[in-house]
């Protein structure tokens, strides 16, 4: 059975470990194993890490919750582990509310009048040319996987 590491800000939320175990029984329904950040029981910041480092490494399939968190950009720590996958040649899928192009969410400038950049991505094109990304929630992400027969 492979295995699904379940990127994301998910584990910010203050029913984080219901929702672990919600996307975990997704991955079930679709033929995966999922792995959640909140399955160790890793206390610090050092020990997060490595923790979520090692369930990556186990891992098959990343599929990341690539939706904004805190602005007009998905979590940092998730996009660091997405780059981290990249490089273990792992399949990298993520999903997204809406894949409407962010020039057009944003507009040529942003709110600090920084320039958006035009590709027609959803995001920056460092997540976007690494990673398949579906609109919709994590259970179309988790379809799509198992439409590609990861």
């Known amino acids: 059975m492979k295995k699904i590491y379940l990127a994301g800000y998910d584990v910010f939320y203050e029913d984080a470990a219901e929702r672990g175990k919600k996307l975990k029984a997704l ?3 679709y033929g995966f194993e999922g ?3 909140l399955d160790s029981e890793a206390k610090t910041a050092e020990e997060i890490f490595s923790a979520n480092i090692g369930l990556i490494d186990e891992a098959d399939i ?3 919750n690539l939706n ?3 602005g007009n950009d998905p979590d940092s720590g998730t996009t660091f ?3 981290y996958a990249y490089a273990r040649k792992k399949a990298l899928y993520g999903y997204r509310d809406s894949l409407e192009p962010l020039r057009d969410r944003l507009g040529e400038r942003d709110g600090q009048g920084f320039s ?3 590709f027609g991505m959803s995001i920056n094109l460092m997540p976007g040319c690494c990673c398949i990304i579906v609109e919709g929630d994590a259970e179309a992400c988790l379809k799509r996987i198992k439409e590609d027969n990861l």
Do not use: W, Y
């Open 35 to 37: 792995l959640f950040p």
């Open 27 to 29: 991955c079930r329904k």
């Open 81 to 83: 582990e997405l780059g």
């Open 62 to 64: 990343i599929a990341a």
């Open 116 to 118: 958006v950049e035009d």
């Open 68 to 70: 904004d968190f805190r």
